[in-house]
């Protein structure tokens, strides 16, 4: 356990379903991660918000959508998804100043 | 551009070996290595990491080196055990943060009985 919960833990969905990862910490930490795990691939860092803010946004298609309602929660919006973005969503968290991330389980997506 | 490489993309080991894993980075300025451990259905989680002003860390079975001339270090794995079999991943970033952590593209270990 390492006190960041995401939900669902497995998702199926339709090209032109809308449906949202959600995750949650509480381990007082000040940065929130998305990061994509493909097999084969390295881990694809998607969206980074620092106190609430998005400081960072690696190039990922606008149908993927982040938010941050306050510093324990994330969720990552989908939307008119592709087949190729099926792969593990991984959220994570941690402080900015001690570079330790604290992973969740991650969310298994795939997209028909 | 792949920041951080890692080989072997996989290794078999007996148990009670030694695992090495390596990982080179091509920017100068990273000044943190962490190595993270991820079994299936999990995660990755933080194993042991290093800073550049040390060559060695060791916690337990685990060791890494750091070689900052040739921008090199790696994981060694002692007396390595079947609950050791999971997925490894180097990282590194610039200034100790974990906002631009950069992952090697894993090794998966297999540790046979």
């Known amino acids: 356990e390492t006190g960041v919960t995401q939900t669902p833990r497995h998702l199926v969905m339709g090209m032109t379903n809308k449906k949202s990862l959600k995750c949650e910490q509480h381990?007082?930490?000040?940065?929130m991660y998305w990061y994509k795990q493909s097999a084969k691939k390295p881990l694809e860092l998607m969206f980074v918000?620092?106190?609430?803010?998005?400081?960072e946004n690696n190039s990922v298609p606008s149908r993927f959508s982040p938010e941050c309602p306050n510093s324990s929660h994330l969720f990552l919006h989908l939307h008119t998804l592709q087949p190729e973005d099926s792969a593990l969503y991984l959220c994570?968290?941690?402080?900015?100043?001690?570079?330790?991330?604290?992973f969740g389980e991650g969310s298994r997506l795939t997209v028909l | 551009q792949q920041q951080v490489k890692q080989s072997p993309q996989s290794l078999i080991v007996q148990k009670g070996g030694i695992s090495i894993i390596n990982c080179a980075y091509e920017?100068?300025?990273?000044?943190?290595f962490p190595w993270y451990q991820q079994f299936p259905g999990k995660g990755p989680a933080l194993l042991i990491a290093?800073?550049?002003?040390?060559s060695e860390k060791k916690e337990g079975r685990f060791t890494i080196s750091f070689n900052k001339s040739a921008k090199q270090f790696s994981l060694h794995i002692m007396d390595s055990q079947p609950g050791d079999s999971a997925t490894y991943f180097c990282?590194?970033?610039?200034?100790?943060?974990?906002?631009?952590?950069?992952f090697g593209k894993g090794t998966k270990l297999t540790v046979n009985p």
């Open positions: 994570a968290s941690g402080t900015t100043n001690t570079g330790e991330l604290f």
């Open positions: 381990l007082g930490h000040n940065a």
């Open positions: 918000y620092s106190l609430e803010e998005r400081v």
């Open positions: 920017n100068t300025a990273f000044d943190y």
């Open positions: 290093i800073r550049p002003d040390v």
């Open positions: 990282a590194a970033s610039k200034q100790g943060g974990s906002e631009k952590l950069v």
